[in-house]
T-cell receptor, first 118, second 112 residues
Framework: KAGVTQTPRYLIKTRGQQVTLSCSPI?????VSWYQQTPGQGLQFLFE???????NKGNFPGRFSGRQFSNSRSEMNVSTLELGDSALYLC?????????????????FGPGTRLTVL | AQTVTQSQPEMSVQEAETVTLSCTYD???????LFWYKQPPSRQMILVIR??????QNATENRFSVNFQKAAKSFSLKISDSQLGDTAMYFC?????????FGTGTRLKVLA
């Protein structure tokens, strides 16, 4: 099975611009989560989609948004970029809950998109 | 609210020795999973080991094993016979109902 893919791998933008990142999960996985990783803040949860519905959202401003398509592919968008948005953005896919309503199974991570805001 | 705490930001160990990384968590749920993930420098995050809360037996994967103390809400990772390739950031993670929470990570350096 192919792993989680993220495009693009690297991106350079300037302040005020917007950016869209894409994530293709492992085939059969219906849950996609997005994380922001920075040296100072560690791994910060952005949001999670399951079957096209946003199930969880982290504490990020409304400039950060996402969506999931019927084929489980997901995109996240950041509008009005700020210097502090420079980070590695990780996507992770999972089968979702194990037994009915139970905990989520393990997440599989993509290589990330390195975003630099100048 | 669930929390995951990794109290050791950085650790080092000599090659071939054993090291234990600590993780504590807090939850009121009874059915959950715990994971350890490894992120080598500039490389992809991968799953190291998984533990189901309902299992009393500690999970083991080759040189990696956990000490799962459910009552104490502790989930430590033991790496035996440490290798240079074990140098990485290690994240402890909790999975509950609609929740997936990561700790802040422990940076492990294996010294030659």
């Amino acid at each position: 099975k192919a792993g989680v893919t993220q495009t693009p791998r690297y991106l350079i933008k300037t302040r005020g611009q917007q950016v869209t990142l894409s994530c293709s999960p492992i085939s059969g996985h219906r849950s996609v989560s997005w994380y922001q990783q920075t040296p100072g803040q560690g791994l910060q949860f952005l949001f999670e989609y399951f079957s096209e519905t946003q199930r969880n959202k982290g504490n990020f401003p409304g400039r950060f948004s996402g969506r999931q398509f019927s084929n489980s592919r997901s995109e996240m968008n950041v509008s009005t970029l700020e210097l502090g948005d420079s980070a590695l953005y990780l996507c992770a896919s999972s089968l979702g809950p194990g037994l009915a309503g139970g905990p989520y199974n393990e997440q599989f991570f993509g290589p990330g998109t390195r975003l630099t805001v100048l | 609210a669930q929390t995951v705490t990794q109290s050791q930001p950085e650790m080092s160990v000599q090659e071939a020795e054993t090291v234990t990384l600590s993780c504590t968590y807090d939850t009121s749920e009874s059915n959950y999973y715990l994971f350890w993930y490894k992120q080598p420098p500039s490389r992809q995050m991968i799953l190291v080991i998984r533990q189901e809360a309902y299992k009393q037996q500690n999970a083991t994967e080759n040189r990696f094993s956990v000490n799962f103390q459910k009552a104490a809400k502790s989930f430590s990772l033991k790496i035996s016979d440490s290798q240079l390739g074990d140098t990485a950031m290690y994240f402890c993670a909790f999975s509950g109902t609609y929740k997936y929470i990561f700790g802040t990570g422990t940076r492990l350096k294996v010294l030659a």
